[in-house]
């Protein structure tokens, strides 16, 4: 059975600093592609960033490059998002996934197993 835990998230104030985590149990992340997606309130789910199999690719949305990284420990089975220079807009719940093409693509539906979601907001 595969799970995916987060952890992390919270309130925090503009220009500050959050990770995510996101433990794997049933699947080996170091195979597979991982992705962290957001959904705002009254908006679709939209991609943030993405990891390919072992060492790469990784991809970001336009509006968090350059402030987010994504990253992977495979001695941990576990993946991250680290958050830097949050903006209000970033405010949002924020899912890890894993897809078994190992691209770490942006297509949403390219993904089969998702984590439970945690709260990230971002005061002004």
């Not at 059975?1 to 149990?25: D, E, I, N, P």
């Not at 679709?44 to 199999?53: D, I, K, M, P, Y």
């Not at 990784?58 to 998002?81: H, P, Q, W």
């Not at 890890?96 to 990230?120: F, I, K, R």
């Amino acid at each position: 059975q595969v799970q995916l835990l987060q952890s992390g998230g919270g309130l925090v104030q503009a220009g500050g600093s959050l990770r995510l985590s996101c433990a794997a149990s049933g699947v080996t992340f170091s195979r597979h592609g991982v992705g962290w997606f957001r959904r705002a309130p009254g908006k679709e789910r939209e991609f943030v960033a993405g990891l390919g199999w072992n060492t790469g690719p990784i991809i970001y949305a336009e509006s968090v490059k350059g402030r987010f990284t994504i990253s992977r420990d495979n001695s941990k089975n576990t993946a991250y998002l680290q958050m830097n220079s949050l903006k209000p807009e970033d405010t949002a719940v924020y899912y890890c996934a894993s897809e078994p093409w190992g691209d770490g693509t942006a297509h949403l539906e390219a993904y089969n197993y998702w984590g439970q979601g945690t709260q990230v907001t971002v005061s002004s």
